[in-house]
């Protein structure tokens, strides 16, 4: 089998970014957190741009409570795909912890535009109104 797939496979490279995406999610399955980390900080060094990675980042951050750094990775995957609602709900999300009520309504909007079921976007708008009446 060896013999027939090496001239196959001659100059194939992985998809390392693909790789370490799927090594970081399973590891955020099994509850191995550091793990998934190192994975996502992998994806971004093939592909700095990588959604799933810089959300994970994000998330990761978040639970932490490191506010700035799940601020920097949402606002760069917003930045990078400005046509998920899942940056857009994950960054409005931020701005409702840090108290940045205009800017958490105008992402949790625009989320909503993007995805109008999306959970995030609807739990996240939700926190905002508690704690921010004046969004209607």
């Not at 370490?20 to 998934?36: M, P, V």
Request: without cysteine; negative net charge.
């Amino acid at each position: 089998l060896a013999a027939f797939a090496a001239p196959h496979l001659r100059g194939y490279a992985p998809r390392l970014d693909l790789v370490h995406g799927n090594l970081a999610r399973l590891a955020e399955e099994a509850g191995k957190s550091d793990e998934a980390l190192a994975h996502y900080r992998q994806v971004l060094k093939v592909a700095p741009h990588d959604l799933g990675a810089l959300l994970g980042l994000g998330a990761h951050a978040a639970r932490a409570r490191d506010w700035a750094t799940a601020l920097e990775h949402f606002h760069e995957a917003a930045r990078a795909a400005p046509e998920s609602d899942d940056a857009a709900a994950s960054l409005g999300g931020i701005y409702v912890v840090l108290g940045r009520w205009a800017e958490a309504e105008a992402e949790l909007q625009r989320a909503l535009v993007l995805d109008p079921e999306s959970q995030l976007a609807r739990r996240n708008l939700a926190a905002l109104r508690k704690r921010w009446p004046a969004v209607d």
